[in-house]
């Protein structure tokens, strides 16, 4: 059974707004991660309706497989949220508190809590 990565779940998202393609699949993104891990967290990313992909998954193949094409509006909410460094390592450090692991919801709040207060909100 594999965890969440939340690190590789920012750094795939960081990377699908980055790329000027609307056809990214997982060899986009092997230098983040082993390709079943990879498979498993971009089948996470879509659950989560954070981007929009055609499932382009074929017999024969372990996991789920995308075409991506870009990020869906709360996919760039939660990447506002946790895009900038400070901020993320500040939300994981609060993650810790409450055992390391968490919704992305939560992770969003949490992030979008710590903005709010650099902010002086």
Not at 78 to 84: F, G, K, S
Not at 95 to 114: H, M, Q, R, W
């Amino acid at each position: 059974n594999m965890k969440r990565d939340f690190d590789l779940i920012r750094n795939i998202l960081l990377q699908i707004e980055d790329s000027p393609s609307t056809n990214l699949t997982i060899g986009n993104f092997i230098e983040l991660a082993p390709e079943n891990i990879l498979a498993y967290h971009i089948h996470l990313i879509y659950e989560a309706g954070f981007i929009e992909a055609y499932d382009i998954t074929c017999i024969g193949n372990n996991y789920p497989m995308y075409q991506i094409q870009w990020l869906t509006n709360a996919g760039h909410d939660y990447l506002d949220a946790i895009c900038n460094d400070n901020i993320w390592k500040d939300t994981k450090d609060n993650l810790l508190k409450i055992g390391g692991s968490a919704s992305l919801e939560v992770i969003k709040t949490i992030a979008s809590n710590i903005a709010l207060k650099i902010i002086g909100l």
